[in-house]
């Protein structure tokens, strides 16, 4: 009962927030800042995080391809698994790991410390002021992460295929440009951070919004949000591929 509860509590929290993303004062000031705080923060961890990504996929797939004597197919088999598949789901979760529970941690704490209640008594929509600026950034800015994430690994990757393993670099690049689709791959990229965006920024307000007014409710808060919204990514992200790849 309490999985249903939680089910029907964040279904009527979305509504809530799309009602309240109309324009209003100040908007974008609070968007900016949001949108910061969620994207530009988040650059050192993504960036790291895709750099390594690509060494070890370029490692890994030359010695698997070279089995095969296909090692000229090495930039196809990067482009591909990092569009399609890792870059988008590796970002979100690395995306929600950070700022997803510092989204959640902040809501918790406004709510512990009064607040979110103290915007209702001055007739402000604390839904509106605190969450909506969160939500909306976090849907943004996810595809943009997630193109630097799969920039960092293409470039790593190309410079541990050719300098490294001694891939020619002229097969590396043309395996790549000739294998990604600007709607197959690029477009199905973009539509999956945007649906993992809305659902880990959608976790991580839900819980620091609703959470207890307590410390102890905030770090239940947090841990919650991590949780529930990277199992959501990769629930989603099978969905999300079965189905696009079947159009």
């Not at 790291?48 to 089995?67: C, D, E, H, N, S």
Request: glycine residues 12%; aromatic residues 10%.
């Amino acid at each position: 009962m309490k999985m249903i509860a939680d089910i029907g509590g964040t279904g009527l929290f979305l509504l809530r927030i799309l009602g309240a993303s109309g324009p209003r004062r100040d908007w974008l000031r609070d968007f900016n800042l949001q949108l910061y705080t969620v994207v530009v923060r988040s650059l050192p961890i993504i960036a790291v995080g895709g750099a390594f990504v690509g060494l070890v996929m370029t490692l890994q797939g030359y010695r698997t391809l070279t089995t095969f004597g296909a090692s000229n197919a090495l930039g196809t088999l990067l482009g591909l698994s990092l569009y399609r598949e890792l870059g988008p789901v590796l970002t979100a979760l690395l995306f929600i790991g950070r700022a997803g529970s510092s989204m959640s941690a902040e809501l918790g704490l406004m709510r512990a410390t009064d607040q979110i209640s103290s915007l209702s008594l001055m007739a402000i929509d604390p839904v509106a002021k605190t969450v909506v600026p969160r939500f909306w950034a976090a849907i943004v800015g996810l595809p943009l992460l997630c193109a630097i994430f799969c920039g960092f690994a293409i470039v790593s990757g190309y410079f541990q295929a050719v300098w490294v393993l001694g891939v020619d670099a002229g097969y590396f690049w043309s395996g790549l440009r000739g294998s990604i689709d600007l709607v197959d791959d690029f477009g199905v990229a973009f539509l999956k951070c945007m649906v993992f965006g809305l659902l880990g920024a959608l976790m991580a307000t839900y819980t620091g919004y609703n959470a207890e007014p307590t410390i102890e409710g905030t770090s239940v808060a947090t841990t919650r949000a991590v949780v529930n919204g990277s199992l959501l990514v990769l629930v989603f992200n099978f969905i999300l591929s079965a189905v696009l790849f079947r159009l």
